[in-house]
C-alpha cells in the first residue's frame, strides 16, 4: 500500500477493518461546520470505490463507523488516523488536519476497497506552506471546471497554496488593448475559484507580474511610453521576446501609478493574505528610457527602490508582498530594506541547482520559500527525472535553512504547449518533499505516483512517460528559435538558416523515434490495466508523443536540405506538412479539454508556418 505524502509516523497492526455498506459517517460536535464538506468529499470517494453510499451526521462515534473529531491535544495540522477493527478514527489538531486525515484515508481506501489493513498514523507537515504555481499567461488560460480538478488534486496530496500567474490575462479595466487577443479570466472566476479553494483549506494567492514581464502592457500603444525600451509597440509580436522583453520605467512616475492601480483592482478579488507582485527578470531595466538615472546610480538601487514602494503598497493595503528573488540573491543585504514582512521567492530550476543563493539570502535574514519546478516549460512532455532531481534538492535547502515555505513552478514559456496534466508527477513530487524529509527515489516515487494517481496495477506508467520525455531531439524551443531567427522568416538566406542549428545534433533520431515508439506501444498496453475512471489521462501523452516523434523527423529533413547534413533519410517534406498540419488538428481536441482557446492561435502559427516552409523546401 502506498501513501504519498508518506506519513511521519505509520504503523499497523493485525486488526483489520471491514467498511460494510450500512456503515456511517460521523462527525463529532466538537469540528469546525467546514468539516461537514470534508465528510462529503470522503463519502464520494467511498462510493466511487466501493460502491456504498454512507449517511454523514453529527454526533458521537457509532461502531463500523467512521468518526472524525477535534484532538485537543494535537497541534495545528497534525492528525491521528486511527483503523481498528470495529472503526476508524480521524483526530485533528485543526480542520485542516481533519482533512489531511480525510486524504490519506481516500489513499487507503482506492487501493484496499471495504477491507481496510489496521493501522496508526500520526501525521504533520514539516514546512508550513506548501503551494504550487500555475502559469495562466503565456499561452494557456484554463477552463474553470480544469482550475478545480487541480484544487481537488492539491488537497488530496495535502498543499495548502496555489497561485496563477497573470501578466495580462485577466480582464483588467480600461485595459482592453492588453487582453483583447485573448479569452481572459473574468473577475467573477477568479472569486468563485477563491471560494473553491478556502472549502479545501487552500489559499488562492493572487500573483501580478508588475515590474519585468510586462510584455503585452508595455506593446499597446496607451502604455508604450512607460517601456524602458523605445518603440516597444512598433515590434512585431514573438515567443521569443515575450520573454525577454518588457521592464517598466520606473522613472516615470506614471509607471508607479499604473502598477498600483492594476494591483488594487486585482487585490479584492482574494481572501489571500499575501499579495505576489513577482518583480523578476528586469532584464532591460536602465538600457533605455532609465539609463541616465542607471548611470548615476546604478541598476541595483534603482530595482531596489521600485521594488521596496511596491511592496509598501502592498503593505498599505494590509497584504503581505511575495516576490521572486533572482534579482535581490545577486546583492542579497539589500533585503534588509525592504518591509520585514517581505517573502522572498527564491527559485532555481536546474537538476543540480546550487545552494548558494539559498545560503546567503537565509544569512541576510531574507523569509524566504524555495521554488522549483516541474520542468515542462518548452516541452512536449514534462522532463520528469529533470523535475525530480530539482524539486528534491530544492526542497531539502528549504528544511536545512528553514524557509517557510515551498512553491513549486510550473511556467508556460513559448505558448505552454505541454498539457497541463503532464505537471502531475512534478507537483506530487513537491508536495511529498515539502511535506517531511524523507529520501524516496525517483523509481519509488514514480511506482506510487502511477499507483495512486493513475489507478495504474502495473506502476510504470510515470516510468514510460519519464523516458518518452527524454527522446525529444527536436525541442519544442528549438522549433521557435529556427522559426523566430529565420531571415524574414522565408528560406531566401542559405548562410544564414545553416547558423540556425550551430549546436544541434539530430544525429539520433532514428534511435530516439524507436524507443519512442516502443513506449507508446507500452502505454496502449497499459490502458487495461487502469482505472476506467483514469483511462482519459493517456490520450493526450499519446498525441503528445506522435508530435515528439514527428518534429523530430521535420528537424532531421530540415537540416538534410537545408544545411546538408547526412545525418539522416530524408523525408517528403511535403508528407511531413500533411503529417504536422493533421497532428494538429488533434493536439487542438485534447487542448480545449482544459482550456480557454487562450493562445492557442499562436501555437497555430508556428504549425502553419512550419507547414509552408516545408512545402516550400
Given amino acids: 500500500m502506498y501513501l504519498l505524502p508518506n506519513p511521519q509516523e505509520l504503523k499497523f497492526n493485525d486488526k483489520s477493518y471491514t467498511l460494510h ?57 497534525e492528525y491521528l488516523l486511527t483503523i481498528d477493527s470495529n472503526k476508524v478514527t480521524i483526530a485533528g489538531g485543526d480542520k485542516a488536519a481533519i482533512l489531511y486525515g480525510v486524504q490519506t484515508l481516500r489513499q487507503i481506501i482506492a487501493q484496499k ?13 514539516v514546512i508550513k506552506n506548501r503551494g504550487f504555481y500555475h502559469d495562466v499567461t503565456r499561452g494557456r488560460i484554463p477552463t474553470l471546471s480544469y482550475l478545480k480538478s487541480l484544487v481537488d488534486k492539491l488537497s488530496y496530496y495535502k498543499l495548502n497554496q496555489l497561485q496563477l500567474y497573470i501578466e495580462h490575462s485577466y480582464i483588467f479595466k480600461d485595459l482592453s488593448e492588453v487582453w483583447r487577443n485573448g479569452t481572459p479570466l473574468t473577475a467573477e472566476e477568479i472569486m468563485e475559484l477563491d471560494a473553491y479553494c478556502a472549502k479545501l483549506n487552500i489559499e488562492l494567492v493572487p500573483s501580478l507580474s508588475s515590474f519585468g514581464h510586462l510584455y503585452e502592457l508595455l506593446r499597446t500603444k496607451t502604455y508604450a511610453h512607460l517601456c524602458e525600451l523605445p518603440d516597444s509597440d512598433k515590434e512585431p509580436f514573438g515567443l521569443i ?90 546583492s542579497p543585504e539589500a533585503i534588509k530594506e525592504l518591509p520585514e514582512e517581505s517573502i522572498c521567492l527564491n527559485w532555481g530550476y536546474a537538476p543540480d541547482q546550487r545552494e548558494y543563493e539559498t545560503q546567503v539570502l537565509a544569512e541576510a535574514g531574507a523569509t524566504q520559500y524555495l521554488c522549483p519546478g516541474v520542468c515542462g516549460w518548452n516541452q512536449y512532455i514534462n522532463q520528469i527525472e529533470a523535475s525530480y532531481k530539482n524539486i528534491k534538492l530544492m526542497c531539502s535547502y528549504a528544511h536545512k535553512y528553514k524557509g517557510i515555505g515551498v512553491l513549486n513552478t510550473d511556467w508556460g514559456d513559448y505558448g505552454h504547449v505541454n498539457h497541463p496534466e503532464f505537471s502531475t508527477s512534478g507537483l506530487i513530487y513537491g508536495a511529498t518533499f515539502s511535506w517531511s524529509k524523507e529520501d524516496i527515489s525517483f523509481e519509488e516515487m514514480n511506482k506510487r505516483i502511477s499507483r495512486l494517481e493513475y489507478a495504474d496495477q502495473t506502476e510504470s506508467m510515470i516510468s514510460i512517460v519519464a523516458e518518452m520525455a527524454t ?23 542559405e548562410e544564414a538558416v545553416k547558423n540556425n542549428f550551430p549546436d544541434l545534433d539530430l544525429s539520433t533520431i532514428s534511435d530516439a523515434n524507436e524507443v519512442l515508439m516502443a513506449k507508446v506501444q507500452e502505454l496502449y498496453q497499459l490502458i487495461a490495466r487502469m482505472d476506467t475512471s483514469k483511462r482519459h489521462l493517456v490520450k493526450p501523452y499519446l498525441v503528445a508523443a506522435k508530435g515528439i516523434h514527428l518534429w523530430n523527423r521535420i528537424g532531421a529533413t530540415i537540416v538534410q536540405v537545408v544545411n546538408h547534413r547526412e545525418n539522416e533519410p530524408i523525408e517528403d517534406p511535403c508528407k511531413l506538412a500533411v503529417a504536422l498540419e493533421y497532428w494538429f488538428h488533434g493536439y487542438k481536441e485534447v487542448w480545449r479539454t482544459v482550456s480557454k482557446e487562450s493562445e492557442l492561435y499562436r501555437v497555430q502559427n508556428v504549425i502553419n ?9
Fill in 21 to 77: 455498506y450500512n456503515s456511517m459517517i460521523v462527525i463529532d460536535p466538537n469540528c469546525d461546520m467546514a468539516v461537514n464538506h470534508y465528510a462529503k468529499i470522503l463519502k464520494d470517494s467511498i462510493n466511487h470505490h466501493t460502491g456504498f453510499s454512507l449517511p454523514i451526521t453529527r454526533g458521537e462515534a457509532v461502531d463500523n463507523g467512521i468518526h472524525f473529531t477535534k484532538g485537543s491535544s494535537l497541534q495545528k495540522e
Fill in 241 to 330: 521576446a515575450r520573454m525577454q522583453h518588457h521592464t517598466i520605467d520606473t522613472t516615470n512616475e506614471e509607471s508607479y501609478q499604473l502598477i498600483t492601480k492594476m494591483i488594487a483592482e486585482f487585490m479584492p478579488l482574494f481572501t489571500s493574505k499575501y499579495f505576489n507582485i513577482c518583480a523578476d527578470e528586469t532584464f532591460d531595466l536602465g538600457k533605455g528610457r532609465s539609463k541616465k538615472t542607471a548611470d548615476e546610480i546604478g541598476t541595483q538601487r534603482m530595482y531596489i527602490d521600485f521594488l521596496k514602494k511596491l511592496c509598501d503598497f502592498v503593505i498599505s493595503k494590509g497584504k503581505i508582498p511575495m516576490f521572486w528573488g533572482d534579482i535581490i540573491s545577486s
Fill in 609 to 617: 508556418w512550419y507547414a509552408d516552409y516545408l512545402r516550400e523546401l
Fill in 113 to 125: 476497497g471495504a477491507v481496510l489493513p489496521g493501522l496508526h498514523i500520526q501525521d504533520y507537515p
Fill in 471 to 493: 527522446k525529444s531531439v527536436f525541442r519544442w524551443d528549438d522549433v521557435v528559435r529556427y522559426m523566430e531567427s529565420h531571415p524574414a522568416r522565408v528560406i531566401s538566406d
